[in-house]
């Protein structure tokens, strides 16, 4: 087993991991992402013919199946690519990997039911440690950091109030998460700063906003539409409070059920929020010249075009 | 005497007179307010055992009601009611019939771990709250929750091709719940969408609800995954069943 709570250094090429939202309502995290890797010099490689990892759903139905899901994809970059490295950048499938690392890691009965699964479809076994995931905000942090992203910045993303929105998955539960509060430089369960840190960088003005791990509602964005838009009404109207004029995010689940429930408030309940949303992978791409349509920033629902132009940032 | 805190007990254990006259005394008015007394004697013995045989509620004997759970929870801001605290520990004293009191909204739970974040004995108040929501259903306290449809309908999904594809999950679902996809704020939504998006991409999406996305060489994964889903619910009948004999 390799020490938990120190990141791998070798981040130039990873085992991408995309997941089930980033080929669906999440494309433009998807595209966004792959642009920034090629201007960055970064190698995302996907991993081979990968399954859903359940998402907050599949658990429900059976947490070891879940676990299952999750190890399927973590022992194919393992075994077949020889990769020792994950990269989620989605937080519900970023929390599963993780979370099956740690069961497999800390639970025998997971361990058991995993091993005789493998058996049985003729994967091989998945062990603690064959490889760590990490989320997109790891990769860009590590691989890249602070000083280099403002010395590749063309376009300063000064002007742009931008508050940093985490959602649930990337921080919790924190037991999970053993390379999280480790002192200096690593990320924080309680006010997590990677996306803060990074578009700092690149000239924005990040402002103070309290609800960067509250619940926006995404496991129940259609079952239970009342609180889910109650929820992200509380995440919009706070960041409007804040100043932002962006809120960016780091989650295909969180950016579509901040975007939705904007527009069904909106409907609903007549109550209008100013802040646009954009995955911190566009804001990032915008900084370094990356044109918006190839960010798919026309993709998202939310329309922050108008916004772009008149802070000259397209 | 009034009663100090009378917010804290249940509006249908207070007896409440507005006009008593007891031997020519006149005490009516809140001296005559009166807490019903009662004395639990349905305890379900077996309670704890069987939401601990549901899927998240493993670790519920864990708990030692130090209320972190229901102090961080997102959806108790919203609702006092929803206390995941005060329900782990009727369910731990088999208080069967008071659990049943909310039991429409213990399905609301959104998943948000800030009770398993929290949790000083790590009993996964979440999973509990998930536990909690299968095992009403599976006695038929409460018809199937829309979330419960919404698990079916991705695992479903997940089962059959190892992937899931969006668009036919909420058709599904709106489907299976009766709700019409036609609702303004989805058109709105829907249009806001398709108005950004290129032709390309529209036709990809187009494509992917004819020619669903799939894991290739699944069938040994789904039948692994059946059996095992299998095991457990036969185990887990056997609880149930055991207990309504016993
Ligand atoms: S936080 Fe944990 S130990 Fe405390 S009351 Fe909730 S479930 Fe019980
Ligand atoms: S996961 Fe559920 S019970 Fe726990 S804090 Fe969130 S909403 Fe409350």
């Known amino acids: ?314 | 005497m009034p009663i100090h805190e009378e917010s804290l007990i249940r509006p249908e254990n207070l007896r409440k007179h507005d006009e008593l006259n007891i031997d020519d005394v006149d005490v009516s008015g809140h001296w005559s307010t009166f807490i019903e007394s009662r004395a639990v004697s349905d305890y379900n013995e077996q309670l704890e055992q069987e939401v601990a045989a549901f899927p998240g509620g493993a670790f519920i004997h864990r708990c030692w009601q130090c209320g972190a759970c229901t102090n961080s929870c997102t959806v108790n801001a919203i609702n006092p009611d929803f206390n995941p605290r005060y329900w782990i520990y009727l369910v731990r004293l088999g208080m069967e019939q008071e659990l049943l009191r909310d039991k429409d909204i213990i399905w609301q739970c959104v998943s948000c771990h800030k009770c398993t974040h929290v949790c000083p004995r790590d009993v996964e108040p979440e999973g509990v709250m998930k536990a909690l929501s299968h095992w009403l259903e599976a006695k038929g306290h409460t018809p199937k929750s829309q979330s419960q449809h919404f698990d079916e309908e991705f695992y479903q999904q997940v089962l059959e091709t190892g992937k899931i594809e969006e668009g036919r999950i909420v058709r599904n679902f709106f489907n299976r719940t009766g709700q019409p996809l036609q609702q303004p704020w989805l058109i709105r939504m829907v249009k806001n969408m398709i108005r950004g998006l290129p032709i390309l991409l529209l036709t990809r999406m187009g494509l992917a609800t004819l020619f669903r996305p799939k894991t290739k060489d699944w069938s040994k994964s789904k039948a692994s995954i059946e059996e095992l889903i299998e095991m457990k619910e036969s185990a887990r009948k056997q609880i149930l069943e055991g207990n309504k004999s016993s």
């Open chain 1, 1 to 314: 087993m390799s020490d938990s709570t120190h990141l791998r250094d070798d981040l130039d090429t990873v085992a991408y991991y995309p997941g089930c939202a980033l080929e669906g309502s999440g494309h433009a995290y998807n595209r966004s992402t792959k642009r920034l890797a090629r201007k960055l010099g970064l190698k995302l490689v996907e991993i081979d013919n990968w399954n859903c990892c359940g998402a907050m759903e599949v658990k429900n139905i059976d947490p070891d199946i879940q676990n299952y899901l999750s190890v399927r994809n973590m022992s194919i970059a393992k075994h077949k690519m020889g990769l020792d490295v994950v990269m989620a950048p989605c937080n519900g499938c970023y929390h599963n990997l993780k979370k099956a690392e740690h069961d497999v890691t800390h639970r025998e009965d997971t361990r058991e039911t995993l091993k005789k699964m493998a058996e049985k479809t003729g994967q091989p076994e998945y062990k603690s440690g064959d490889v760590e995931t990490i989320h997109a905000l790891d990769w860009i942090k590590h691989a890249i950091g602070e000083k280099n992203i403002t010395g590749k910045v063309k376009k300063s993303l000064a002007g742009l109030k931008i508050a940093n929105y985490y959602g649930c998955m990337y921080t919790r539960p924190r037991h999970i998460f053993p390379e999280k509060d480790q002192g200096e430089g690593s990320e924080s369960t309680s006010k997590p700063h990677f996306m803060d840190d990074l578009l700092r960088a690149a000239g924005a003005e990040i402002v103070d906003f309290p609800l960067k791990t509250a619940c926006c509602g995404g496991a129940h964005t259609l079952s239970d539409c009342d609180t889910s838009t109650q929820l992200v009404l509380n995440i919009l109207q706070a960041a409007e409070a804040c100043g932002a004029d962006v809120i960016a995010t780091e989650c295909p689940t969180c950016h579509s059920g901040l975007e939705m429930h904007q527009v069904r408030a909106q409907e609903t309940l007549n109550i209008k929020t100013q802040p646009v949303m954009l995955y911190f992978t566009q804001l990032l791409g915008l900084a370094f010249g990356i044109s918006p349509r190839q960010l798919g920033i026309h993709e998202n629902i939310s329309q922050s075009m108008g916004l772009l132009r008149q802070k000259g940032l397209v």
